[in-house]
Every structure is written in C-alpha cells, then in structure tokens.
C-alpha cells in the first residue's frame, strides 16, 4: 500500500472525489464550495492521496493571520483507514509548511473521535485546549499544536 500511495497537490477535478470522503467520514461534512475556496486560497496545503488513479484521502491546511499553520481537514476514505495514508498526508503537509517557515501548526478535532485522536497524538500533536460548542450538535472539539522542528 506505501509504495503505491501517491501524494500531490489536489486539482479542481478531484473536488468530486473530495466531497465525497467528506461526506463518508464527517456528521457536518463542508460544502463542495468551501473546497474550491479552499483550493483557490491555499493551493499549496491542498494534498490528496492517490491509489490506483482514486482519491482515497486529502488534507487541507492554511497559514493563520499569525502565521501558524492550520490543519482545517483531513479525511481517508473508509475502505483505506489504518493503512498510513492519514498519516503520510498529514506528514507531508506538515514538511511543506515546515518547508515554508512554519514552526506550529494546530488543528481542532471533535472530543469523540479516538481514531484521529490517536494518529494527532501518534505524529507529535498535544491538546492545548477545548473548544465548547464547536460542532452544530453542540459537541465539543480540542484544540491540539505540534511544534515543527526544522
């Protein structure tokens, strides 16, 4: 599965696939418009994984006013989970805001989610707060950062 995992940046033609692992992997999935902003406005920080010519997962992250670096999605397919591709995306996107002199990045992530919990926390990231109400269903998120070392 590593070896034939491609990561690169996501096109405006993945943005079907894209909306689609969103919908299959979040209760109050984005709309497809804010991905096409999304791509418009951080290009650069828009990767998708790419297996056997399918999208099975993305992530997309953005530079703050204050210049830290934000983890705003990331998503794997169902039938992909627990191979890496999560990871490998969120590795890749950390080294290229690394790579564009970013030194923190941080990311919400609803309280309920283990398996995301546990992948955050596996690659360096720890909880720096909580976020009450965050989700439409009144759920909360934490608020995690991992220092990007050089």
Known sequence: ????????QARRSDLRDIYLIEVNSFPYPYPIEAFLT??????????????????????????????????????????????????????TLEKIMRENGIHRVRLEVSVNNRAA???Y??????????????YP??????VMTKELSN
């Open 38 to 91: 999304f791509l418009i406005l951080f290009p650069q920080y828009f990767l998708v994984a790419e297996c056997s010519n399918s999208i099975v997962g993305y992530v997309v992250g953005s530079i703050d006013s204050d210049g830290l670096g934000h983890v705003i999605s990331l998503a794997v397919h169902p039938s992909y989970r627990g191979r890496g591709v999560g990871r490998r995306l969120l590795l």
């Open 137 to 142: 269903d009144g759920s909360d998120a934490y």
């Open 121 to 134: 926390r596996s690659v360096g990231y720890r909880v720096v707060g909580l976020r009450r109400n965050y």
């Open 117 to 119: 919990l546990a992948l």
């Open 1 to 8: 599965m590593e070896d034939e995992l491609n990561i690169r």
